[in-house]
């Protein structure tokens, strides 16, 4: 088994900044893709960014120029450095990560249970 576990989410004033981070821990053998995603109140999931283990990056056009994935594989943890917060930022965000998975060296999808960012004034 493999658990994600998001920190770093809160309350911050438009214009603000914040970090998540999202540590895996459990049977690894290997992190492969990383993600965050977000859930707007009432709203579907959607992807924020995603990062391949080669550092290669994907944003949602929402997010580009304000959003910045990165990962420590040494520490098995992906990181959302948020900028310029805007209220309809305001979501639960979820860390997602594909792990090969001993013995069966399987490459299986984890989420994190999240952690709500709230924008607002």
């Known amino acids: 088994q493999v658990q994600l576990v998001e920190s770093g989410g809160g309350l911050v004033q438009p214009g603000g900044s914040l970090r998540l981070s999202c540590a895996a821990s459990?049977?690894?053998?290997?992190?492969?893709?990383m993600g965050w995603y977000r859930q707007p109140p009432g709203k579907e999931r959607e992807l924020v960014a995603a990062?391949?283990?080669?550092?290669?990056?994907n944003y949602a056009n929402s997010v580009k120029g304000r959003f910045t994935i990165s990962r420590d594989n040494a520490k098995n943890t992906v990181y959302l450095q948020m900028n310029s917060l805007k209220p309809e930022d305001t979501a639960v965000y979820f860390c997602?990560?594909?792990?090969?998975?001993?013995?069966?060296?399987?490459?299986?999808?984890?989420w994190g249970k999240g952690t709500l960012v709230t924008v607002s004034s």
């Open positions: 459990g049977s690894i053998f290997r992190i492969n893709g």
């Open positions: 990062i391949t283990r080669g550092d290669s990056t």
């Open positions: 997602n990560a594909v792990v090969t998975t001993p013995p069966t060296y399987a490459n299986i999808a984890y």
